[in-house]
């Protein structure tokens, strides 16, 4: 069973940086992917960040140049550095994982974490 567990969440001004992490049970170096989704308050659940086990990144274009995924295969880490954070990006972050369970046909399952509130004042 796969368990995804969150934090660095926050306050922070307009224009400060947090970084949130997101350590997984087992290796993350065999998950299809991981990644970070957003939802703010009235809004529908976005993707803001993805990041593959080749190590390809895909990002939303709202946070293109401020949002930087990564990952710490050693720690079993996933993290999201967000820099020049603006009041838009207030959201709580949750934290996914593509977990495979039959590679040959690429299947995998979601799986995802409890989620961590950032908020961004201003």
């Known amino acids: 069973q796969v368990q995804l567990v969150e934090s660095g969440g926050g306050l922070v001004q307009a224009g400060g940086s947090l970084r949130l992490s997101c350590a997984t049970s087992?290796?993350?170096?065999?998950?299809?992917?991981m990644g970070w989704y957003r939802q703010a308050p009235g809004k529908q659940r976005e993707l803001v960040a993805t990041?593959?086990?080749?190590?390809?990144?895909d990002y939303a274009d709202s946070v293109k140049g401020r949002f930087t995924i990564s990952r710490d295969i050693a720690k079993n880490t996933v993290y999201l550095q967000m820099n020049s954070l603006k009041p838009e990006d207030t959201a709580v972050y949750y934290c996914?994982?593509?977990?495979?369970?039959?590679?040959?046909?690429?299947?995998?399952?979601?799986?995802w974490g409890q989620g961590t509130l950032v908020t961004v004042s201003s």
């Open positions: 996914n994982a593509e977990v495979y369970y039959d590679t040959l046909s690429d299947r995998y399952r979601l799986v």
């Open positions: 087992g290796s993350i170096f065999s998950h299809r992917a």
């Open positions: 990041i593959s086990s080749g190590e390809r990144t």
